[in-house]
C-alpha cells in the first residue's frame, strides 16, 4: 500500500511558475513509476508526465514538454513537479499517481493522491 499527498499548489499569473510536490509513504519509493495527471473543470483526467524509478525515462505530454520539469528524490520518497511559464490552460487539479509500468494511461496506475488546484489567471 502507497498514500501519497500532493502540495505546492495555489493562485499565480500567466508566465509564474510552480513547483508541485507528492510525498509517498509505504512500500519503497522507488520501486514505483510516478506521475502526474490532470483534470480542469469540465473536462477529461489527462496524463501530465511520468518517471522511473531510477529517473533513467521520463513522458511529457506535448502541451507541457519544455516547459514543466518530473523529477524524484528516492531517498525523500518525493517527487516534484516544476512548472514554468504557466499558461491559463494550465489551470487544473493535478494528481500524484504511482504505478508498475511508465504509461498515459491512468488506469495503469494503482495508488493516487487526492490532488492540489493550480489556478493560472491571465
Known amino acids: 500500500q502507497v498514500q501519497l499527498a500532493e502540495s505546492g499548489g495555489g493562485l499565480v499569473q500567466a508566465g509564474d511558475s510552480l513547483r508541485l510536490s507528492c510525498a509517498a509513504s509505504?512500500?519503497?519509493?522507488?520501486?514505483?513509476?510516478m506521475g502526474w495527471f490532470r483534470q480542469a473543470p469540465g473536462r477529461e483526467r489527462e496524463f501530465v508526465a511520468a518517471?522511473?524509478?531510477?529517473?533513467?525515462?521520463?513522458d511529457y505530454t506535448d502541451s507541457v514538454k519544455g516547459r514543466f520539469t518530473i523529477s524524484r528524490d528516492n531517498a525523500k520518497k518525493t517527487m516534484y513537479l516544476q512548472m514554468n511559464s504557466l499558461e491559463p490552460e494550465d489551470t487544473a487539479v493535478y494528481y500524484c499517481?504511482?504505478?508498475?509500468?511508465?504509461?498515459?494511461?491512468?488506469?495503469?496506475?494503482?495508488?493516487w493522491g487526492q490532488g492540489t488546484q493550480v489556478t493560472v489567471s491571465s
Open positions: 499517481v504511482a504505478g508498475s509500468i511508465l504509461s498515459r494511461v491512468d488506469s495503469h496506475y494503482t495508488y
Open positions: 518517471i522511473t524509478g531510477g529517473s533513467s525515462t521520463t
Open positions: 509505504g512500500r519503497p519509493f522507488r520501486a514505483y513509476v
